[in-house]
T-cell receptor, first 113, second 115 residues
Framework: GDSVTQMEGPVTLSEEAFLTINCTYT??????LFWYVQYPGEGLQLLLK?????DKGSNKGFEATYRKETTSFHLEKGSVQVSDSAVYFC????????????FGGGTRLMVKP | ETGVTQTPRHLVMGMTNKKSLKCEQH?????MYWYKQSAKKPLELMFV???????ENNSVPSRFSPECPNSSHLFLHLHTLQPEDSALYLC??????????????FGQGTRLTVV
């Protein structure tokens, strides 16, 4: 079955540091890939997405590139802010298996001033 | 604001109580979902409704009973819950087709505490 694996957190960084959160996946079909973010006390919000190999999703300074050869979708940001502190979820949707999302376990990011 | 509204935001209930969680969306979506988010556990998909029909029940105990009266509303009826059912319950909606752009929109969740 489909699965998503994320690096375990928490990830603690100082403000303006470079961020990478690793995400790898297994899927039987041709998935679309997503990053969701959950701020404290809130639900999940879509951060960015990519629907085919070599696509790059980007939003709010975050980027992730769909790498089919390594089955990865790592999230990066060049300079994090305290307001980026949240839990980040990598997810996939297998386009041959309906409209359900498969989520990774989430990675908590803490950014210190 | 994602367009998916959940009420109540917080709920404390005893093990013998009966309560209901409500989810509403006006995004024109025809698929709705319930997820459970427990501390230190991955998101668990509980139920899926497509065009008001339940298409997925992920081995959820019968003390959780979903209801989808129309494509805009989804309920989760709760009765005789256990303390381990305390969690954040998230509702989501999306278009009910397998297109690559189909993304899910989530509500802010209901924080449930069973005492």
């Amino acid at each position: 079955g489909d699965s998503v694996t994320q690096m375990e957190g928490p990830v603690t960084l100082s403000e303006e540091a470079f961020l990478t959160i690793n995400c790898t996946y297994t899927a039987t079909g041709y998935p679309s890939l997503f990053w969701y973010v959950q701020y404290p006390g809130e639900g999940l919000q879509l951060l960015l997405k990519a629907t085919k190999a070599d696509d790059k999703g980007s939003n709010k300074g975050f980027e992730a590139t769909y790498r089919k050869e390594t089955t990865s979708f790592h999230l990066e940001k060049g300079s994090v802010q305290v307001s980026d502190s949240a839990v980040y979820f990598c997810a996939l949707k297998d386009n041959n298996a309906g409209n359900m999302l498969t989520f990774g376990g989430g990675t908590r990011l803490m950014v210190k001033p | 604001e994602t367009g998916v509204t959940q009420t109540p935001r917080h709920l404390v209930m005893g093990m013998t109580n009966k309560k209901s969680l409500k989810c509403e969306q006006h995004l024109g979506h025809n698929a709705m979902y319930w997820y459970k988010q427990s501390a230190k556990k991955p998101l668990e998909l509980m139920f899926v409704y497509n065009f008001k029909e339940q298409t997925e029940n992920n081995s959820v105990p019968s003390r959780f009973s979903p209801e989808c009266p129309n494509s805009s509303h989804l309920f989760l009826h709760l009765h005789t819950l256990q303390p381990e059912d305390s969690a954040l319950y998230l509702c989501a909606s999306s278009h009910a087709y397998a297109g690559g752009d189909t993304e899910a929109f989530f509500g802010q969740g209901t924080r449930l505490t069973v005492v």
